[in-house]
């Protein structure tokens, strides 16, 4: 069955604290693998996609890489304004214009 | 920058009552789709469209309905609302053009049915 796990569910950092959230998939005939960014009350708001193994793309503290089972999202030096949920979703053959979405990672930085 | 606009951000219903939510996108996308989202659940896909006047069932079809009359608009139905329908719901839209299908989401609508 496909599916997409990520992992932890949630984590505590201290400002500064780098760490990296993980996302495993297991979907064959993979095309794409997004990341989201979730705060509170609101939408998803698009991060990243990765298309192809040992892909990397960054976006100030943040840079998402891809293997052939899973994707990481780095943190580096976080801030408190990243604590937000993230999410990851996986879009492969057979599928149409469907993703699989994972349950999300709650990022909390305190200061 | 691609905007997904929803028609409210709070939205409080009786039990019974006929609730649209309206979801516009102004990047000419030809896929539309409708989440709900409940703690400890994740995204769960309602419905989605591909074209104007397509629709296909996601995974939780039971009590909603959509329509689609023009490109940039997906309207999401319930006929008779519940409670167990309170929910955050969200629109997205992607366009499989050069394969890229990166949804683009909407501000949500919080929907209480009391």
């Known amino acids: 069955e496909d599916q997409v796990t990520q992992s932890p569910e949630a984590l505590r950092l201290q400002e500064g604290e780098s760490s990296s959230l993980n996302c495993s998939y297991t979907?064959?005939?993979?095309?794409?693998l997004f990341w989201y960014r979730q705060d509170p009350g609101k939408g998803p708001e698009f991060l990243f996609t990765l298309y192809s193994a040992g892909e990397e793309k960054e976006k100030e503290r943040l840079k998402a890489t891809l293997t052939k089972k899973e994707s990481f999202l780095h943190i580096t030096a976080p801030k408190p304004e990243d604590s937000a949920t993230y999410l990851c979703a996986v879009h492969h053959y057979n599928q149409g214009g469907k993703l699989i979405f994972g349950q999300g990672t709650e990022l909390s930085v305190k200061p | 920058d691609v905007k997904v606009t929803q028609s409210s951000r709070y939205l409080v219903k009786r039990t019974g009552e006929k609730v649209f939510l309206e979801c516009v996108q102004d990047m000419d996308h030809e896929n539309m789709f409708w989440y709900r989202q409940d703690p400890g659940l994740g995204l769960r896909l309602i419905y989605f469209s591909y074209d104007v006047k397509m629709k296909e069932k996601g995974d939780i079809p039971e009590g909603y309905s959509v329509s689609r009359e023009k490109k940039e608009r997906f309207s999401l139905i319930l006929e008779s609302a519940s409670t167990n329908q309170t929910s955050m719901y969200l629109c997205?839209?992607?366009?499989?053009?050069?394969?890229?299908?990166?949804?683009?989401f909407g501000p949500g609508t919080r929907l209480t049915v009391t």
């Open positions: 997205a839209s992607s366009s499989p053009e050069g394969h890229l299908y990166e949804q683009y």
């Open positions: 979907v064959s005939g993979l095309r794409g």
